[in-house]
C-alpha cells in the first residue's frame, strides 16, 4: 500500500486478533469492534496444524505457544470394538511436521496486544455494514466510519455474510459439548485420539497443555462429545454426574480425567454451520475465518484457517499498490486452499455425526484399508496437516526451521 489505511475490524476472535496484529504491524490505524462486553476465548481447547503454527512464527508467538501447548505426533481413531479407523501421524508426511494441542483461553492470551486492544470498543455489536462506503451501523443505531477497509471476523453464526455473495449457509443438525479436563500425570500425551459407536456416538481427547504463566500440573486435555444439537439442553440438565456415567460406558480410559467435571456449566455447547462465499471479498469489505468459511470441525482446521486469512490478507495489503487488487489477491489465495477443505469437511461429517448408519459402517470398513493406498495415504496426510490445497496441490510453508524445533521438542518428550 502507497498509503496507511483506516481498518475497522468486527470481531475479536482468532482472525480479528491475528489480523489486527498483523495489519497494526504495517502502520495501519486500527478501530476493533466487539459485541462481547469483555473479550474472551469461547469453546475448550484446539489442535493447531504446521499451517497455523507458521502463521503464529510469523507473528513471533510460536515459542510462546510451545511453551503453553502440547505437540501432537499422531490422530488415532478406533471404534469401541477396537478397530483402528484412523492412525495418521505428521511424520509421515514430513519430519518436520507436527500439530500442537493448545487451550483456546492459551492462543486468546497470546494474540492479545495492549497496542491493539486500546483501539477495541467491546460490548458494540456490529448490525450493518455498507461495503461500498465502508461505513459500519452497530445495534444501538450508531454509525462509525468511514473507513478504508473493513474486515468482517465475526466467526461461524456472523449476521454480515453479504446474501448476493452467500452461495450456503446452513446450521449443521449435530454438536457437541465440550470442555477442558485436568490431566497432571499426562496420561494422552501426544496423541489426538477418537472413540466411535457408528456416526451416533463420538468422543475425542487432546492434550491442550497450559495457559500462559501456569505450571505443568496444571495441564489439560479437552474433551469432545458429540450429539445431535437439539439434545445439548436435555443432555446439560440430566448434570455433570449422569454426562460422566454415560461417556464412562462409551469410552472407560477416560473415567479418570472426566472426573474433574464436577458441575454442568464446564460442558460448554458447540454449534457449527457450513456457509460458503462466492467471495471473500467486495467493495471496501474483507471476510476472514469463519464469516468467510464456517466449517464443521471434523477436520481441525477452522482456526488455522483464520490464522491463514490474516496472514494472507496482510501480506496482500504489502505487496499491493491499491485496495482493490490486493483484496482480489487475498481473495484468490484464500479460496484455493480453503474449497477442498469445506467440500471435504461436509462429506466427512455424516460419518461421523449422524443418524445414517450405513455411513457409520462404511467408515469402518474403508478408512483403514484405503488410508494404505499411497496416494490416498498422502492426500490424507495432506489433509490433515492442512497443506492440501486443489486436488492434488501443497500449501508452501515458509517456516520450516520453527517447524524442526516443534518436532525436535516432540521427540524429546
Ligand atoms: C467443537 C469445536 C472444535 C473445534 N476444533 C478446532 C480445532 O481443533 N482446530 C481448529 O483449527 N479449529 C477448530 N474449531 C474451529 C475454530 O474454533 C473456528 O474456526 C475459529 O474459532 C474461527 O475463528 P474466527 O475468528 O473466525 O471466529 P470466532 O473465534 O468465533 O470469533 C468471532 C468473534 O466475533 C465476535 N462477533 C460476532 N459477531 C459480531 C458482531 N456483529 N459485532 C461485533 N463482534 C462480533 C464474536 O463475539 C467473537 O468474539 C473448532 C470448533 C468447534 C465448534
Not at 501443497?394 to 526451521?401: H, V
Request: aromatic share 6%; charged share 25%; with cysteine.
Amino acid at each position: 500500500m502507497r498509503r496507511s489505511l483506516d481498518i475497522a475490524v468486527v470481531g475479536y476472535g482468532t482472525a480479528g486478533q491475528a489480523a489486527a496484529r498483523l495489519l497494526q504491524r504495517q502502520g495501519h490505524r486500527l478501530a476493533l469492534f466487539e459485541r462481547a462486553p469483555q473479550p474472551r476465548p469461547v469453546g475448550a481447547g484446539l489442535l493447531l496444524q504446521p499451517t497455523g503454527l507458521a502463521v503464529l512464527a510469523e507473528l513471533g508467538l510460536l515459542g510462546a505457544a510451545q511453551r503453553c501447548g502440547e505437540p501432537i505426533a499422531q490422530l488415532l481413531g478406533e471404534t469401541t470394538a477396537g478397530r483402528k479407523v484412523i492412525d495418521m501421524r505428521y511424520a509421515d508426511l514430513a519430519a518436520d511436521c507436527a500439530g500442537l494441542g493448545i487451550q483456546r483461553g492459551a492462543l486468546f492470551e497470546l494474540l492479545r496486544e495492549a497496542s491493539v486492544e486500546r483501539q477495541l470498543r467491546s460490548g458494540v455489536a456490529i448490525a450493518d455494514v455498507d461495503a461500498q462506503r465502508g461505513e459500519l451501523r452497530d445495534e444501538g443505531g450508531s454509525r462509525h466510519g468511514p473507513y478504508d477497509l473493513v474486515l468482517v471476523c465475526g466467526g461461524a453464526a456472523s449476521a454480515l455474510r453479504s446474501a448476493a455473495l452467500t452461495r450456503r449457509d446452513r446450521p449443521y443438525a449435530w454438536g457437541a459439548l465440550w470442555c477442558l479436563c485436568d490431566d497432571p500425570q499426562r496420561r494422552f500425551a501426544g496423541q489426538l485420539l477418537q472413540r466411535y459407536q457408528g456416526p451416533r456416538r463420538m468422543a475425542g481427547l487432546l492434550p491442550v497443555g497450559v495457559l500462559p504463566g501456569q505450571g505443568e500440573t496444571a495441564r489439560k486435555i479437552g474433551f469432545f462429545w458429540s450429539l445431535p444439537t437439539c439434545e445439548i439442553a436435555a443432555t446439560r440438565q440430566r448434570g455433570a454426574a449422569a454426562w460422566r456415567d454415560e461417556v464412562a460406558r462409551h469410552w472407560p480410559e477416560v473415567r479418570p480425567v472426566l472426573d474433574s467435571i464436577r458441575d454442568v456449566g464446564q460442558l460448554m455447547p458447540a454449534h457449527y454451520r457450513d456457509a460458503v462465499l462466492r467471495r471473500f471479498c467486495a467493495g471496501r469489505v474483507a471476510w476472514l475465518g469463519d464469516a468467510a468459511h464456517a466449517m464443521s470441525p471434523q477436520l481441525g482446521q477452522g482456526a488455522n484457517m483464520a490464522l491463514l486469512d490474516a496472514s494472507a490478507l496482510a501480506r496482500a495489503l504489502a505487496v499491493h499498490d491499491e485496495l482493490a487488487p490486493a483484496l482480489a489477491a487475498y481473495d484468490r489465495e484464500r479460496r484455493r486452499h480453503v474449497g477442498i477443505y469445506q467440500l471435504i469437511s461436509r462429506w466427512l461429517t455424516p460419518l461421523f455425526q449422524s443418524e445414517q448408519d450405513w455411513a457409520g459402517r462404511l467408515r469402518d470398513a474403508c478408512f483403514g484399508p484405503l488410508a494404505q493406498l499411497p496416494l490416498l495415504r498422502d492426500e490424507t496426510l495432506k489433509v490433515l496437516a492442512g497443506v492440501k490445497c486443489g486436488l492434488f496441490g501443497r500449501l508452501p510453508l515458509d517456516d520450516a526451521a520453527a517447524l524442526r524445533a516443534l518436532s525436535a521438542q516432540i521427540e524429546s518428550r
